[in-house]
């Protein structure tokens, strides 16, 4: 039976070929294993990974979307986060379902961080905040992850524990249907079935902090 390690590498071998010359598809990859999952899992067989293995290294919001919110996109009586195309991965607006607990974190950060050209989570100095900081927050207060990797976590838990169909869970996570068709087709963003779900993942994280 191969170790995680020699399994990435030769997953990573077939995919290969398929991306673009050129890319950093491969060195994304192997960098992301090489970081955060090969310390932990690379020597194990892949037969005795379990998903607690999996949630406990791997990369619901984007950082960057998080860290550049600003108050302008909260609205805080609709629980509606809405950010724009601009910085947004995919290039189009995304509206985020706020869940009880993001409302609270929202509440406190209005009355406990400085105002500062309108940034809901300004760094000390009042611009917005770098990736590092958050990474090291995470590190000082012994949560063994990486921010992106709540994204994986909540989408593993969604499609295991919950029967949320994949394309609300997808859209969650903002990504965009591949399928073109399917796409032209589909104009609701299934908010509301959103917002069950993002407060199923709030409650989750409540009940296990």
Known sequence: MPTFAEACDTVIAIHAPKWKPGGKNEQNWRSTMRDYALPRLGRMPVDAVTGSDVMAVLTVCRSAEVRKATWDEIDREAAI??????RMKAGRAHRVPLSDR????????????PRSGGLVFP??????QGH???GKLMRRLKIDAVPHGFRSSFRDRAAECTDTPRE??????????????EAAYRRSDLFERRRTLMQQWADYLKANA
């Open 81 to 86: 986060w809405t950010i724009p195309g601009g």
């Open 102 to 113: 993001v409302l609270r974190v929202l509440d406190e950060a209005r009355r406990e961080l």
């Open 123 to 128: 760094s000390q100095k009042g611009v917005v």
């Open 132 to 134: 590092h900081p958050t």
């Open 168 to 181: 609300v869970c997808e859209l969650a996570l903002a990504h965009v249907n591949s399928d073109r068709v």
